[in-house]
C-alpha cells in the first residue's frame, strides 16, 4: 500500500487555498461561450474548478480589461490584488493568469462547463442586465417583420414603441 502521507503531499501541492501552485501545466485549448460568440483560448491552466486563461486574453473574452484599480468593464471593477498570487491573478513561469470563473463568481454571472470538451458557457451579467431596467431603456434588437425585412428598435428612436411578445409554451 502506497503511503497516504505522500499522496496528502501530493494534493496538497497542487493547490493551496483555491489557487494553482507551480508545476501545474497548461491544460490545453478552451472554448468560452459568451454574448452569442465562441471564443477559442490557446492555452489554459488545468484546474478541476476554475478556468484560468492568460491575462492577454481577458479582454477577448469577456471584455473585461486590467487596470491599475482591478478587473473593469464600463463602470464595473472588481479590485484585483497584483503583488502576490490571489483568487483572481496568478503569476506561473512569469507568466500571468486570470480566474475567469472566481470574476464570475465575484460579479454574480452565471456559468457552466462541460469538462470533457473544457468549454465554459458565461450568462449575462447582471449588473449590466439591471442597467437597461433601471435606466427604462431596452437593449438594441433585429427581428425580421412579416414581410421577411430586418427592423431594429433603433429605427424608432424617440418614438414611444409598445412591444408585444408571444410565446408558444
Not at 64 to 93: Q, Y
Not at 101 to 114: G, N, S, W
Not at 141 to 150: A, E, Y
Request: proline residues 6%; aromatic residues 8%.
Amino acid at each position: 500500500m502506497k503511503n497516504p502521507l505522500i499522496l496528502l503531499g501530493i494534493c496538497i501541492s497542487i493547490t493551496v487555498a483555491g489557487i494553482p501552485v507551480a508545476g501545474i501545466a497548461a491544460a490545453g485549448s478552451s472554448t468560452v461561450l459568451y454574448q452569442d460568440e465562441a471564443i477559442s483560448v490557446e492555452k489554459s491552466l488545468a484546474d478541476p474548478n476554475d478556468l484560468w486563461i492568460p491575462t492577454s486574453d481577458l479582454t477577448r473574452v469577456n471584455g473585461f480589461e486590467l487596470k491599475p484599480e482591478g478587473a473593469c468593464l464600463d463602470d464595473i471593477c472588481v479590485p484585483v490584488k497584483r503583488s502576490s498570487d490571489s483568487t483572481l491573478l496568478i503569476t506561473r513561469s512569469g507568466k500571468d493568469w486570470f480566474n475567469v470563473t472566481e470574476l464570475a463568481r465575484k460579479i454574480k454571472q452565471p456559468y457552466a462547463v462541460d469538462h470533457d470538451l473544457n468549454v465554459w458557457s458565461f450568462g449575462a451579467i447582471p449588473a449590466i442586465r439591471s442597467r437597461f431596467v433601471n435606466q427604462h431603456i431596452a437593449p438594441e434588437f433585429t427581428l425580421l417583420d412579416r414581410q421577411g425585412k430586418p427592423v431594429s428598435l433603433s429605427q424608432f428612436k424617440d418614438m414611444k414603441v409598445l412591444l408585444l411578445t408571444w410565446a408558444s409554451w
